[in-house]
């Protein structure tokens, strides 16, 4: 590897491994009960009897697990989505993903109306979960579909997309107003995202949404590389750009339902990590799709930390908190950086 | 392995406008040829359906008697380098970043030593090698084209398709770059095609010449048969006169009459 900087992004990708370690115990630390560092450790080293083992393994552990994972998934449905539409500002929200999936919870939440019966006594979580799955799918197909009938261009897909996102927003705001009291403030809790609800088997869904986005996106990123030269030229190298951007969404989609129906619509994760990613090791995707689930990672994670801390013992959805940080940030990396991410 | 293109009886739809009204045509490894004609005449448009990215309705393009529809995308990759006009990158790329991907064809995931040598080969012959880790978009026009050039070359295609592959560039580096197409098309015996605007460079620089207007060869054979004064005439409504000096080249002297749709003023 000749090329410049080659070595230095390689390095970059494992120094930034090397910190998850630390977030892993960070997290697993934080909550609302102290629980002193060694007890943490002996905890996890299989010492699980006591309160503190039974908080430390039925809670902060699939907890902390499942924002590594989530947000690695997340960041990286980023990266492929901004390079299959070639839009710095793509997202799983562009795609109407989220709002579908909000749409299916509130149906849920708010008319009891569920696509699929569970015994689960804890049935309102598990049937907003199968919901948002199942609507986020539906989005998918909506948005495939259309921009199918528009020659799967990189624009179609956005339209479509936002198209979709409004019609399910429209939708989520009328169950909205039909809504009592009780089931609104539940509904608003779900739609913020947040990682406290996730169990066991939420880590399991949300790892098979990670082994769908990784396995993807590697196989992809010579193609999504080729296609930020345009359609023609991607042709040229061997990309057949309809076909990728189709099964690339649908993967994507997938994938961002997955997690939309384990921790609700967590936004910017996805959005942000890209583009921090490609800050730091430039545009080639081998690069990016891995810098970014690091990020991804990382991002959720301390965002959890500080969800569980800055009003503690009390505990902020992490969403709200992804948007409250994520956004200036953003500003600042709009304002400061922009000539070296996008044009 | 001998490569030879045929264009046979294409027809070409944009929608419902024929863009390619049954084009004839064949291009030889070891040439250049130049495909001319006015705005809309159809040069890239056929650039694009021997590049497999148009489809003919009519028609067919053969590679070596073989129909170009029988290809698998990584073999027409690996067969065809194509250069458009104007490329908009969306997210920042460097220079090595964006001749890097000339090597996609031929790579699984990691570029070997082998690829990163034929990127900076190609990064030399067009004498961007400099530009390497700048941007591509703080490039002048003229630098970018010739960074897409050197990535159609690392991808070491049989044929070189060029969209006006010198529009941008300055007087020196249209010899330049028209000179290295041509030494490359003549060592490497490619199949090269380049549409171009300039009848002069193309006197000068083509082995062919595919002249075209609304759709259709007009004519084709060799530059001096085929651009005279009476096709040009024909083709561009222009007047034009034929000069030497010592070699051969056409002065253009005006539009001919009636067919300007600006008022003449006197």
Known sequence: MGLPNSRLKGAFVILATALLPLLFFTSVSTGSVSISFDKVVSALLGNSEGVEGTIVWSYRVPRTIASLVAGAALAINGVVLQALTRNPLASPFTLGLNSAASFGAALAIILGKKLISTGDPFALTAAASTNAFAF???????????????????????????????????????????????????????????????????????????????????????????????????????????????????????????????????????????????????????????????????????????????????????????????????????????????? | MAVRISVRG??????????????????????????????????????????????????????????????????????????????????????????????????????????????????????????????????????????????????????LLLDEPVSSLDLKYQIEVLKLVRSITREKALVTIASLHDINLALRFADKVVLMKDGSVYAIGRPHEVLTPENIMEVFNVKAVLAKNPRPFIVVEDVVEGTSPVPETS
Request: aromatic letters at 8%; proline letters at 4%; a positive charge.
């Open chain 1, 136 to 343: 986020s799918i539906l989005a998918m197909v909506l948005v495939t579909g259309l921009a199918g009938l528009r020659g799967m261009t990189p624009e179609s897909l956005v339209l479509g997309g936002i198209a979709v996102a409004y019609l399910f927003s429209a939708a989520t705001s009328f169950l909205q107003y039909l809504a009592g009291e009780t089931q609104l403030r539940i509904f608003v809790l779900w739609s913020m995202g947040d990682l406290m609800r996730v169990d066991w088997l939420g880590v399991y869904l949300l790892f098979v949404a990670l082994v769908a986005s990784t396995a993807l996106s590697i196989k992809m990123a010579w193609d999504l590389n080729a296609l930020s030269l345009g359609d023609e030229t991607a042709a040229s190298l061997g990309t057949n750009p309809k076909r990728t951007r189709l099964v690339g969404t649908l993967a994507t989609a997938l994938s961002t339902a997955l997690v939309a129906s384990q921790i609700g619509p967590v936004g910017f994760v996805c959005l942000m990590s890209p583009h921090i990613a490609r800050y730091l090791v430039g545009a080639d995707n081998r690069y990016v799709i891995p810098m970014a689930a690091i990020i991804g990672t990382s991002l959720l994670t301390i965002a959890d930390v500080g969800a569980r801390t800055l009003m503690r013992p009390a505990e902020i959805p992490v969403g709200v908190i992804t948007a409250m940080f994520g956004a200036p940030f953003f500003l600042g990396l709009f304002v400061r950086a922009r000539r070296r991410i996008w044009q």
């Open chain 2, 10 to 159: 294409a027809v070409v739809y944009y929608g419902s406008f024929r863009a390619l009204d049954g084009v004839t045509a064949e291009f030889r490894q070891g040439e250049v040829a130049a495909v001319l004609g006015p705005n809309g005449s159809g040069k890239t448009t056929l650039l694009r359906t021997i590049l497999r990215v148009l489809k003919p309705k009519e028609g067919a393009v053969y590679v070596d008697e073989r129909d170009l529809r029988e290809l698998k995308e990584g073999e027409l990759a690996k067969l065809m380098g194509y250069m458009p006009q104007g490329v908009e990158v969306r997210f920042s790329m460097r220079v090595w970043e964006v001749v890097a991907l000339g090597r996609k064809p031929h790579v699984a995931w990691a570029l070997s030593p082998r690829d990163v040598q034929i990127i900076e080969e190609a990064m030399k012959l067009v004498g961007v090698e400099r530009l390497a880790n700048r941007y591509l978009h703080e490039l002048s026009g003229g630098e970018r084209q010739r960074v897409m050039l050197a990535r159609v070359l690392a991808q070491e295609p049989k044929v």
